[in-house]
């Protein structure tokens, strides 16, 4: 499986999680579709859900009047994943940290999905460098 197919179907798992409470393993089974799974897939989906007060915080910090819950569900998740990426993973460079995350949201996200996706993390990487 492609890393950015990965990312998506982490993105659509995340989704499911946050809106149904599902658990982390039922929700990778459903979004594969009988599909083989992923190492990668799952190290994102697991990664986030373990890490998620952290990331939350990471992400409630640098959001300028908006809380976390009133995100779209899809950015709300895409930050998630991309914050997880950015400050647990540090093997993926960022630039392809950034340039994943504003593709998937052009495609999942709304028109101005993209722009703020770009501007939070840019934020949460400044913050990352400080620590």
């Known amino acids: 499986m492609k890393r950015r197919t990965a990312r998506e ?6 989704f499911q999680i946050d809106v149904s409470q599902s658990e982390p393993s039922s929700a990778i089974e459903h979004v594969l579709e009988g599909k083989p799974g992923d190492e990668f897939l799952s190290t ?3 990664g986030v859900v373990e ?7 990471l992400i409630s910090e640098n959001l300028e009047k908006w809380s976390l819950d ?3 569900i ?3 998740n895409l930050l998630r994943l991309a914050v997880f990426e950015l400050k647990f993973l540090p093997e993926t460079p960022e630039n392809v940290v950034f340039d994943e995350a504003i593709e998937i949201a052009k495609k999942y996200g709304d028109d ?7 501007g939070v993390l840019s934020k949460v ?3 990352l460098k400080s620590e």
């Not at 179907?9 to 995340?14: E, P």
């Not at 890490?51 to 915080?57: A, I, L, R, S």
């Open 9 to 14: 179907k982490a993105l659509q798992a995340l």
């Open 44 to 46: 994102l989906v697991f």
């Open 51 to 57: 890490h998620e007060q952290e990331v939350d915080k």
């Open 70 to 72: 009133r995100l779209a």
């Open 74 to 76: 899809v950015d709300r």
């Open 112 to 118: 101005q999905s993209s722009k703020f996706i770009n």
């Open 125 to 127: 990487k400044q913050k």
